[in-house]
């Protein structure tokens, strides 16, 4: 399985409440046309991070090979509908992507409305703190445009305030985001 995960800024001219509303809602639609796609889930960044994040995109997606990944990004339908539609909103070249080379559990937990992430982070900085989720450290094959570790720590919650102690604690980039699967993988905690 070929898992990665995006950051992609908007663009300067482009509203963020305008662009997260596209992404959301017409990019979500065009990107799980992509042949070879597995699996596709928008980590939306809750609103008030808005101000505070660089990026306006955390996307992640799953294909079959790393091979079938290749095919899908060079295929006419990447090209001729997805590049031109983040081309509207998205700041191309200040983007960033990694493979997921490991998910690792650190909590078993169920999953909740928000999902803090951190890149950078070391999974270290969860113990002994007390949360109601699962929580994960995915190792990146690439260094998050951020110091610390080559990891994003992901952890589950139903509630905001926690999610954003969390997003406090656990330092990198980090951010709370509610997240949308368009296209739910095949593989926890997106399989139902």
């Not at 300067?12 to 042949?35: F, Y």
């Not at 031109?84 to 409305?113: C, H, L, N, Y």
Request: aromatic share 10%.
């Amino acid at each position: 399985m070929q898992h990665r995960i995006f950051l992609a800024p908007a663009k300067p001219a482009v509203s963020w409440a305008e662009a997260q509303a596209h992404w959301r809602t017409h990019h979500a639609r065009v990107m799980i046309e992509l042949p070879g796609l597995l699996g596709y889930v928008q980590n939306c960044p809750a609103e008030e991070w808005w101000t505070q994040l660089p990026y306006l995109a955390c996307a992640e997606t799953w294909f079959g090979s790393r091979e079938s990944e290749a095919e899908g990004y060079a295929s006419s339908w990447y090209r001729e509908q997805i590049a031109v539609d983040e081309e509207r909103m998205f700041g191309r070249d200040d983007a960033w992507s990694s493979p997921v080379i490991d998910v690792q559990t650190v909590r078993e937990g169920d999953t909740g409305r928000y999902r803090t992430l951190a890149f950078g982070a070391a999974p270290e900085r969860l113990d002994g703190v007390i949360f109601d989720g699962r929580a994960e450290a995915l190792r990146l094959l690439r260094h998050p445009p951020v110091f610390g570790e080559r990891t994003v720590v992901s952890v589950w919650t139903e509630h905001a305030p926690l999610a954003r102690r969390l997003a406090v604690l656990l330092g990198g980039l980090a951010f709370v985001s509610e997240p949308a699967a368009p296209l739910p993988p095949d593989e926890p905690p997106w399989r139902p």
